[in-house]
């Protein structure tokens, strides 16, 4: 019985559907008419990623690693700073420090774009959950797609290079932060947005100072997120021509190289340890954030735990009941 | 003008509520409306609060009471009815309207506190007057004003978080107390605290409505809460107002079995104070009276003792039978002579609870005096076992004479008493 099924379908019995050949048709016309958008768009990125390359490789390779490291030490511990710094003076030491920046620079100028996007639509879903609907099988689209599948209609829109590594990062590395921002501010407790909208605060008001403040730490898991999916794109934005690590990860392949392969691969674990524990540190609360600017620091009541923290802030940001805390609770 | 009116307001939740709402004034059952979508909350509410009262709305969960109170404020929109806030009609306003009524007529105090985590216990207090653009020194001078009324200047730079339950709410209290409104909206304020603390924030508020004499809507499921804080409570079941009344109309004549289902569990010492169960004050005694003549009257009214005055409407002490009768007996020309025993005094606020030990030694009779120490009235010792038992208490009006207690024995032509 089953096998007739089969059969039948082998056959042609169900149409069949050109997903493909609609896709590449609508392609074509976004390449037609969208050209200029596209050329500019190319432009800008471009010139972004590249004077942030230029900046990074400007000063001394070694002082930039001492001064990346007294960064890591300032936000986060002194044993972190000295780890970077040996991470950071083994890239030097491979040689694999020019592309390494390169990377870097990829990295932040689409994991900056991908946040500054975002966010606002993170807050958009927060506040209405028709929105929240129509994005949420967007989002799962954009982060469960094949990242390989981004870079053919990045190159067609953007020829060879940069600026589709660029995009195709961006679309990858976005939805984290759309989602927790959406879920850091769904989670703050309704009573004090209520106690906002009782003391007669205007929404955009209430937003900033009570939403977006106790939402930080989960924003800023999402952010932390961003940066290392922004990192793993940019690796594989490497097949189109994004130079940086990806570049010699591809090279390695095509030459069997396994050494070189190996370099490369292990100076983006150094950096993406780097980056994930770096950001990790700004959703933290206070602890060594002195020297932040205070509204980063000021959120914090909820996550206490390190990066990659969805699901424990999320968990630290639940209501607690009625009763007497103890002055470490969480308040309400 | 009352502070606050409520007119056929309607809550309905769900599907189609307006025609809900039309269906309930024709006199449909909730369970019948239930049945096609639409969830009431509140049904049909008209009340006043009058400028300076405090208003208990008091019901169990679900009954619709929060409901009530957040429309009061525009935090729910009502379905249907109209809301006046002073003279503002609250109902008809515009978002932008709405707020500024919110940032200068009214404040609110909620369950679980709603403090801001994230800013100072100061800033916190001085939230409302910030949204209304008070400058920043202003503002802080005014919420320290506030803490202080609450008696928190001390923690004005602390986290929220750093505060015991009791105290969060004092913070609650302040911030709604520095927005210098006239409407105070409390919903369920001290239902979260444990009951020592929760006593004392209704001492607290009692003490600062007296000073301040703010309109205080106050939401509660606690019927001895409701009764110890009200002016006038209202009892709502199942989203309708079944009772508004004081306190004492709603022991004395509750509306139906539910609200009487209530009242069992009131506890009648703690709810009753002296003011409940205390009568006339009979007229004191002149030191300056003939034992002889004050044995007579005590004679004639069947009581042990006497209050002798001091002049000025004050109890200087108690001459005993025995006392009196041995100054007769030596011939003295009046009572100067007499020992006297120290008074028992209570206050009109005095709970039941706390005048079963005066009124149990037998000497002396219970005197209910005010700041001044000055007489008001007798405690009658079976007046407090009668509202303690929830006995209908004869109106006061109506005490003969010779029902007044022993002890408290008048002397018809003696000095003038004050109450």
């Known amino acids: 019985m089953a096998e007739t099924v089969f059969r039948a379908a082998d056959d042609g019995a169900l149409p069949q559907i050109p997903v493909g050949d609609w896709v590449d048709t609508g392609f074509d016309w976004v390449t037609d008419n969208f050209e200029p958008l596209f050329d500019a768009i190319s432009a800008g990125t471009e010139t972004g990623v590249e004077a942030l390359r230029d900046a990074l490789l400007f000063p001394p390779s070694i002082l930039l690693a001492v001064l990346l490291a007294v ?58 959950d028709r929105v929240s609907a129509a994005l949420r099988p967007v989002l799962d689209f954009m982060q469960t797609m094949p990242a390989f599948v981004y870079l053919v209609p990045a190159v067609t829109f953007f020829g060879i290079g940069l600026v589709p ?25 309704p009573e004090l947005v209520e106690a906002g909208h009782a003391f007669g605060s205007p929404p955009g008001r209430i937003l900033r100072g009570i939403q977006l403040p106790l939402a930080l730490p989960t924003i800023m898991a999402g952010v932390n997120q961003v940066i290392m999916l922004a990192l793993s794109m940019a690796v594989i934005a490497g097949l189109i021509g994004a130079a940086g690590l990806g570049g010699v990860v591809v090279t390695s392949i095509s ?78 | ?21 039309r269906r309930l004034q024709d006199g449909a059952s909730v369970a019948e409306v239930r049945g096609s979508g639409a969830t009431p909350a509140v049904i049909d509410a008209t009340f006043s609060v009058e400028p300076g009262e405090i208003f208990v709305v008091m019901g169990l969960s679900g009954s619709g009471k929060s409901t009530l109170l957040r429309m009061l404020n525009g935090l729910l929109e009502t379905t249907a009815g109209t809301v006046r806030v002073g003279d503002a009609e609250l109902t008809a306003l515009d978002a932008k309207g709405l707020r500024r009524l919110r940032q200068e007529r009214m404040s609110m105090v909620f369950q679980h506190f709603a403090l801001f ?96 004499g703010k309109t205080i809507v106050f939401i509660t499921h606690d019927l001895n809460e409701a009764m110890r804080l009200g002016d006038r409570i209202a009892i709502m079941r199942d989203g309708r107002i079944v009772q508004i009344g004081t306190p004492d109309q709603i022991l004395e004549t509750p509306a139906d079995d539910y609200v009487r289902q209530f009242l069992a569990d009131v506890d009648r010492g703690r709810v009753f104070t002296a003011r409940h169960v205390m009568v006339g004050a009979p007229a004191l005694v002149a030191p300056t009276a003939a034992p002889a003549q004050v044995l007579q009257t005590m004679h004639d009214h069947r009581s042990g003792s006497v209050l002798v005055g001091d002049g000025d409407g004050r109890v200087a002490g108690v001459a005993t039978e025995d006392a009196v009768r041995a100054a007769a007996a030596v011939g003295a020309p009046s009572l100067a002579g ?50 303690l038992g929830g006995v209908p208490r004869p109106a006061p009006a109506a005490v003969p004479e010779s029902l007044h207690p022993a002890g408290a024995t008048a002397l018809a032509t003696k000095e003038a008493v004050r109450g």
């Open chain 2, 338 to 387: 007499v020992a006297l025993l120290p008074p028992v005094e209570v206050r009109t606020t005095t709970t039941l609870s706390d005048l079963l030990a005066p009124a149990a030694q037998d000497e002396v009779p219970v005197t209910v005096v005010d700041d001044d120490r000055r007489l008001l009235g007798v405690v009658p010792r079976g007046a407090v076992l009668a509202a």
């Open chain 1, 71 to 128: 960064l890591g030490g300032v936000v986060r511990s002194v044993r972190f700073a000295v780890v970077s710094l040996l991470g950071l003076l083994l890239l030097i030491s491979m040689r694999m420090w020019e592309p390494a920046m390169a990377t870097l620079a990829l990295v932040l100028v689409s994991a900056l774009i991908a946040v500054a996007i975002g966010i606002p639509i993170g807050v958009w879903a927060a506040r209405s």
């Open chain 2, 117 to 212: 985590p994230h800013r100072s216990v100061l800033d916190n207090a001085a939230y409302a007057l910030e949204v209304r653009g008070v400058d920043r020194a202003t503002r802080r001078a005014k919420a320290r004003e506030a803490l202080a009324l609450v008696g928190l200047d001390q923690w004005a730079d602390q986290k929220p978080g750093q505060l015991s339950g009791g105290m969060k709410q004092r913070v609650g209290l302040a911030r709604a107390l520095a927005a210098e409104t006239d409407l105070l909206l409390m919903d369920e304020a001290f239902s979260a605290l444990d009951p020592l603390i929760r006593r004392e924030m209704q001492d607290q508020l009692l003490e600062l409505q007296a000073s301040l």
């Open chain 1, 165 to 189: 590594g660029v995009v195709t990062t961006i679309i990858f590395a976005a939805p984290p932060a759309v989602r927790l921002t959406e879920l850091g501010i769904r989670q703050v407790d």
């Open chain 2, 1 to 21: 003008m009352p502070a606050v009116h409520a007119e056929g307001l309607f809550k309905v939740f769900g599907r189609r509520t307006a025609d809900a709402v």
């Open chain 1, 255 to 332: 030459r069997l190289d396994v050494g070189l392969g190996f370099e490369g691969g292990l100076s983006v674990v150094v950096l993406a340890i780097y980056l994930d524990r770096l950001t990790g540190a700004f959703g933290q609360r206070r602890g060594r954030l002195s020297g932040i600017p205070s509204f980063l620091s000021r959120g914090g009541t909820v996550a206490k735990g390190g990066f990659a923290a969805s699901g424990r802030s999320a968990s630290a940001a639940m209501p607690v009941g009625p009763d007497q805390d103890p002055p470490n609770r969480p308040a309400r």
